[in-house]
């Protein structure tokens, strides 16, 4: 007969069993609504004890779509916070204008730090959209996971995303106002991305997204091929990645904003020896600032030259283009291709009617009101006789935007066509004076 083992090995598993069971109760020798208690007041104490307040990285979207925004908060053994960050500027339009509201810490599963009245600021990710969708998924509940006096790490409940608190030597305003400052000097530069130098002659550029903090990076220099991601936040001393990234061999995550060049604070090769990076700015060929348009110009249409003015608009994505007939324009800005554009677009009312610029071609007798259509702006790259060239942007199939009619409508979506109110037959440079 064979032998009965298995009622052996089941007589060893209990006792090993009852070893495992004996030794987790050694090792946690309070009651777990103990322990969630001693780590609620842990985290409280943490909040409260930084003297300054705590410089937040926040990451909205469980992909970091957004990239990252960062946050300073000020937490009272009352109950109250105070914040301000990046959104004060959008919101408020001044960072040391703060909002004061409430948070709690609660436990279920784990210690939640809850932000639990209404903060614009805190709020802003995760507020729904008018049309209810909450299109950032944002957290305002953060799951606390570690901590000590220097830094605190949370997880955004649903998200899942890392959210770090670092505590401040300065109060949370002044902390705002030193990244509002690096903020501004990155984008006064309009850079269309970074150079990468570990000392090595590499040639690889990390491009920077237009409307988030989010570096897309090519690991085969393929600006057709596939690409990497990198969301990232600023710090009262530069950027910090979300997590580290590593390119080229180097593993880095944070870096120092000195002299218009971001240098790494932690960049270590694969043997985890500490080496240089910098990332430099860098502009696509004949870039040319915003600022460098504004200013008066020469229209030239036809054989006709009129006067007109660039203002700003929206800085750095638009300007007002004033003189042309009646109505005001809006010409976009780009820093990718170092061009201006001329789309058509809904430019006010005469009458019962509402006037559209049309892009024309003046050929085939035809016009469109459909907004992708336009002009590309060119220029010279000569900012001491600087020249403007519309051409056709190449969005009308077999038509030909070459003029530009002023049409009536009645509706503001387009409606009926009612007939033209002026026209700029062959439309081709403006001269700047």
């Not at 069993?17 to 842990?42: I, P």
């Not at 300054?52 to 970091?64: F, K």
């Not at 939640?112 to 614009?120: G, H, Q």
């Not at 915003?290 to 110009?297: A, P």
Request: charged letters at 15%; one cysteine or more; proline letters at 3%.
């Amino acid at each position: 007969m064979k032998p009965r083992i298995f009622p052996a090995i089941m007589a060893a598993c209990g006792l090993l069993s009852v070893a495992c069971v004996n030794q987790v109760e050694e090792v946690f020798d309070t009651k777990a609504s103990e322990r969630l208690e001693q780590t609620m007041l842990e985290c409280q104490s943490l909040l409260t004890s930084a003297e300054y307040g705590w410089m937040i990285e926040y990451y909205p979207d469980s992909n970091q779509s957004y990239g990252g925004s960062t946050y300073a908060a000020k937490f009272e053994d009352n109950g109250e916070v105070t914040v301000t960050g990046e959104v004060a500027q959008e919101i408020a339009g001044d960072v040391s204008k703060t909002i004061t509201s409430h948070y709690s810490i609660n436990s279920s599963s784990s210690v939640v730090l809850t932000f639990d009245t209404y903060n614009e600021y805190i709020h802003y990710w995760s507020d729904p959209d008018d049309y209810s969708g909450n299109v950032y998924e944002g957290d305002f509940e953060f799951a606390f996971v570690s901590g000590n006096a220097e830094q605190m790490i949370f997880r955004g409940i649903k998200t899942g995303n890392r959210i770090v608190f670092t505590a401040l030597d300065t109060d949370i305003v002044t902390c705002v106002q030193q990244i509002v400052a690096i903020q501004n000097e990155v984008v006064d530069n309009l850079y269309l991305g970074y150079k990468w130098d570990d000392g090595n002659s590499t040639g690889i550029e990390l491009y920077d997204d237009d409307n988030y903090n989010l570096l897309a990076y090519y690991p085969d220099g393929d600006m057709d091929g596939a690409y990497e991601t990198i969301p990232y936040s600023y710090t009262s001393e530069g950027i910090g990645f979300y997590q580290p990234a590593t390119i080229n061999g180097i593993t880095v995550q944070n870096f120092k904003w000195e002299n218009n060049t971001f240098v790494s604070t932690d960049a270590v090769d694969a043997s985890g020896t500490p080496v240089n990076v910098a990332l430099s700015g860098f502009h696509c060929d004949n870039f040319m600032h915003y600022d460098t348009f504004i200013g008066s110009y020469l229209l030239k249409y036809g054989s006709t030259e009129v006067p007109v003015t660039l203002t700003e608009k929206v800085r750095y994505s638009s300007y007002t283009l004033s003189g042309l007939g009646d109505y005001d324009l809006t010409i976009g800005y780009s820093k990718s291709d170092a061009t201006l554009s001329l789309c058509s677009q809904y430019i006010g009312t005469y009458g019962s009617y509402y006037i559209w610029c049309c892009p024309w071609d003046a050929d085939a007798g035809y016009l469109t009101w459909t907004t992708t259509i336009g002009f590309t702006l060119s220029h010279n790259a000569d900012p001491d006789n600087l020249v403007l060239t519309f051409a056709d942007n190449g969005v009308w199939g077999s038509y030909t935007a070459n003029s530009i009619l002023y049409y009536k409508f009645t509706a503001i979506s387009g409606g009926s066509s009612v007939g033209s109110y002026a026209q700029y037959a062959y439309i081709e440079t403006m001269t700047k004076q």
